[in-house]
């Protein structure tokens, strides 16, 4: 079956049921799509504190009161897969396994997955020691000995976020050992210990994490931390997008700051978004901005018709 609506939702995390929240209180028809839980990352959070407004909740709470809030305004979820997007001219096709939609502008909500080390006790130590962003949860560790590692960007910029919190810092990381300019800011900072040409290869505890112990070769050394934030590599889920002309393998999508991404007509939201801060409060706000701009552009789009 094929069918038309003005705007595409991909994704019903943060970023794409806020998007919703905003329409739905417009007169354009569009449909939210979801392959997985509704609420996307939210289902995997112990607890938010930094999300304004609220003391403190769960994620799966939170995703409750947004699911709510989409009843309220009458908006149901379409808990489809889309495998594929097209574009005809204007138009935007998606495809279901069942169906085809035909669309005006696409908003994409997809988010990321955070790549885990797969070692054993990960899953058994998520919010009991580890956690993948220290921005979240580095309040839960104030004061005390942690451990981070990350070669990426983003592991010094939570690096930074930790050391005026934290007691101690390890920062492992395996690159090579010179110092960049992103370390150089880390060092001055005298609670910081560097460990470079090192992984994470065991997590230790009963119950909650203790310790972590680290590798290099045959060297180990284990540390005895409240708790560790092994920072490895993001990877966005932009799979479906290179049919459309977006970014290339493993990029996140560069926007404006109206979040339109490079191709007309469509807008990228949440964490699959290139962007500094990767957050709750930051994902609802791509969400309401790329409504707003997403009926600017319906509009400029029915002006051209009616100028021809
Ligand atoms: C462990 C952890 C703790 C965190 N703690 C906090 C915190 O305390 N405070 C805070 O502010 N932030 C926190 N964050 C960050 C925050 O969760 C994210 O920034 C935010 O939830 C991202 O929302 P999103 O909508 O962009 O993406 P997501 O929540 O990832 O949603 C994307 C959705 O798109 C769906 N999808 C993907 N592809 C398709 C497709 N082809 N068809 C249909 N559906 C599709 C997915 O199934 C998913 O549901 C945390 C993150 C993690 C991992």
């Known amino acids: 079956m094929t069918i038309k609506k003005d705007i595409a939702i991909i994704g019903t995390g943060v970023a794409g049921m806020s998007a919703a929240i905003y329409l739905a209180r417009t007169k354009y028809t569009f449909e ?9 990352k939210l289902n995997i ?13 769960s994620g799966f709470d939170l995703a409750m009161d947004f699911i709510n809030q989409l009843k309220s305004l009458d908006v149901s979820v379409n ?12 138009l935007f096709k998606l495809y279901s396994k069942k169906d085809t939609y035909v669309v005006k502008a696409v908003i994409i909500a997809t988010g990321m997955q955070i790549k885990k080390l797969g070692l054993a006790n990960e899953e058994s130590f998520i919010g009991k020691g580890i956690s993948y ?15 981070l590692y990350g070669n990426e960007d983003r592991a ?20 090579n050992c010179e110092i960049t300019d992103n370390f150089e800011k880390l060092i001055k900072y005298p609670n910081v210990i560097e460990i470079c040409g090192y992984k994470i290869s065991a997590y230790n505890g009963v119950g909650h994490l203790e310790s972590v112990t680290i590798k290099k070769s045959q060297k180990e050394k284990t540390f005895e931390v409240s708790m560790v ?42 964490d699959i978004r290139k962007k500094k801060l990767k957050q709750v409060v930051t994902a609802a706000s791509d969400g309401a901005i790329a409504a707003t701009a997403v009926i600017k552009y319906l509009l400029s789009l029915k002006k051209d018709e009616q100028d021809k």
């Open 79 to 90: 808990n489809t897969e889309i495998l594929k997007i097209e574009k005809d001219n204007n």
């Open 156 to 175: 010094y910029l939570e690096a930074l976020f930790l050391v005026g919190l934290v007691k101690k810092l390890y920062f492992v990381h395996d690159n």
């Open 229 to 270: 934030f092994p920072l490895s590599k993001e990877i966005p889920n932009n799979y479906l997008f290179s049919g459309i002309g977006l970014n290339n393998k493993d990029k996140f999508i560069s926007t404006d700051e109206d979040c339109k991404t490079s191709i007309d007509g469509v807008y990228a939201i949440g």
């Open 45 to 57: 959070i112990n607890k938010i504190e930094n999300y304004p407004g609220v003391k403190d909740i």
């Open 32 to 40: 939210i799509f979801e392959k997985s839980a509704i609420g996307g």
């Open 133 to 147: 962003c220290a921005t979240c949860d580095g309040f839960f560790a104030k004061d005390k000995t942690v451990l």
